[in-house]
């Protein structure tokens, strides 16, 4: 005597589904995947230097910087670098003074107009922050050495 067979059949629909033995390397390749995604989109770049980072943002002068074209000489080039540089060039104090005797913001406003290209100390500023940007030196390395090379008392002008 043998055993009985049940007379019951199950139906594939009952059966428990079978997971895939693939599946968890799936969801772990699936995360490594967006992690990897948010990490090279969200990574600096890496052929940037330091001051080069440090020259973006917003700008406190925002008036455009006059063509280079106008002028000759060192104002040329000063005009020239200021609009290569405009971040570098915003962040410093004119030692002119012209903020106390014309209104302007930052060393940059200098070069939004023509009073940069009749100022010696306003040039030779700009020259000198652009030749510490080329040497990469940061924003606020170049503003202590700018403010040590070209202080002087102010002095208000007589009419």
Request: glycine share 6%; with cysteine; hydrophobic share 35%.
């Amino acid at each position: 005597m043998g055993k009985k067979k049940s007379s019951k059949k199950i139906k594939k629909s009952e059966e428990p589904k079978k997971q895939s033995k693939f599946a968890p390397f799936l969801i772990v390749g699936a995360v490594l995947g967006v992690l990897a995604m948010v990490y090279f989109v969200s990574k600096p770049e890496q052929n940037r230097t330091m001051a080069q980072m440090d020259a973006s943002g917003p700008l406190v002068e925002t008036r455009q910087v006059l063509s280079h074209k106008l002028f000759t000489g060192k104002a040329a080039r000063a005009y020239q670098y200021a609009a290569e540089i405009p971040k570098v060039i915003d962040s410093q104090f004119c030692y002119c003074y012209c903020k106390k005797d014309h209104g302007h913001k930052t060393l940059l406003t200098c070069f939004t107009n023509r009073h940069g290209s009749k100022c010696d100390v306003c040039i030779e500023e700009v020259l000198y922050a652009y030749k510490l940007h080329k040497e990469g030196k940061s924003i606020e390395e170049i503003i202590v050495a700018i403010d040590k090379k070209f202080y002087r008392p102010y002095k208000p002008h007589r009419l």
